[in-house]
């Protein structure tokens, strides 16, 4: 039978859906606008729909918004399966009981327990996704990589994984939550105690996109809006990328401390390999402005970001439906 070969990449911010032959089809944030009713939820909206739905809760007033995965794993369960089935919904509107089946590698990072990994094949399994291949991000970046051994480090939004990755799979690494939110954290802390005014981590998020910079003398700036702490009333501020900046390179320098440990625990006979190879550094984060350079200043090795950083991880997997004999070596 003909199967539908899909990568599935379900982050905090954002769940990516990559088909072969294809490419990224699919790519929206990671929330649900839920209800519950009779003890269950309902789902009301998935992605960017659930955002709209919320500015407006005029039919459902008691209607909620989740985000289902958090720091890697699938923190709801219910409300993962209901996202994940109305995703593929929407990626493959056409699917009918006589439709092919679907074939899924789904990316987990590296520091997934056991149970965590159960927890992620049962939510698949709820959402009609039968026998998915679990594989490590750092492994699925791999794919796009000449050099046998590779040195990579993903910073997404609540996680970020770093490992040595060879020939045989992951030879050292771990995950932590040295990650984008950090920063819309210490950005919302901020903002409130400079200018009295309280914004939400998802302005502080706009923020960073448009205006973070990892060089400390970019003269740009970018209104924000939020609600002042005083009276409670609509409120704006202007915030300068030069502010901002001590929060990014706090943030980089964790994650530069984080690739140092584990390269650290690098057998020796490879540490030449990784050394040329350099660090190749992708996910959200990797978009930021001076980000590789910074990095590469600090742990004094090359830093390759790859095009789309926010899409390596699933772009790498698909090329594994190409040589599964290599895919389940490396598992």
């Keep these: 039978m003909m199967a539908n070969e899909l990568v599935l990449d379900m982050g905090y911010a954002s769940t990516v859906i990559a088909a072969r032959g294809k490419g990224v089809i699919f790519k929206e944030p990671s929330v649900v606008a839920v209800v519950k009713q009779k003890g269950k939820l309902k789902l009301l909206a998935s992605g960017s729909d659930a955002r709209r739905y919320m500015r407006s809760r005029e039919k459902e007033p008691n209607a909620v918004l989740l985000r289902p995965v958090k720091e890697g794993v699938i923190e709801n369960a219910e409300a993962a399966i209901l996202m994940l089935k109305d995703f593929i919904r929407k990626a493959l509107p056409r699917r009918n009981i006589f439709s092919p089946r679907l074939d899924v590698i789904a990316t987990i990072c590296c520091g997934t327990s ?96 448009k205006i973070g910079s990892f060089f400390d003398n970019q003269m740009i700036s970018a209104e924000v809006m939020g609600r002042n702490l005083v009276d409670n009333m609509p409120h704006q501020a202007e915030i300068t990328a030069n502010e901002i900046y001590p929060m990014m390179s706090e943030v980089a320098t964790n994650l530069a401390d984080v690739v140092e440990s584990v390269s650290l625990m690098c057998p020796e006979k490879l540490i030449m390999d990784v050394y040329q190879a350099g660090v190749t550094f992708c996910g959200g984060f990797a978009n930021s402005y001076g980000a590789d350079e910074f990095l590469a200043n600090r742990l004094k090795m090359q830093v390759n970001v790859p095009k789309s950083p926010e899409d390596a991880v699933a772009l790498g997997a698909l090329n594994f439906f190409d040589d599964r004999d290599k895919m389940f070596k490396m598992l």
Excluded: F, W
Excluded at 125 to 154: F, G, Q, R, T
Excluded at 178 to 188: H, P, S
């Design 114 to 209: 056991i149970v965590e990994r159960k927890n992620y094949e049962n939510v698949l399994a709820a959402a009609h996704i039968k026998s998915p291949v679990l594989m490590e991000s750092p492994i699925a970046v791999s794919a796009l990589l000449s050099s046998d051994y590779n040195l990579i480090a993903i910073c997404g939004a609540s996680i970020a994984d770093v490992a040595i990755v060879g020939p045989n799979g992951i030879v050292t690494g771990c995950s932590v939550t040295t990650c984008g939110n950090a920063v819309d954290q210490k950005i919302c802390s901020y903002v409130a105690d400079n200018y009295r005014l309280g914004i939400t981590p998802a302005r502080a998020e706009e923020l960073r996109v």
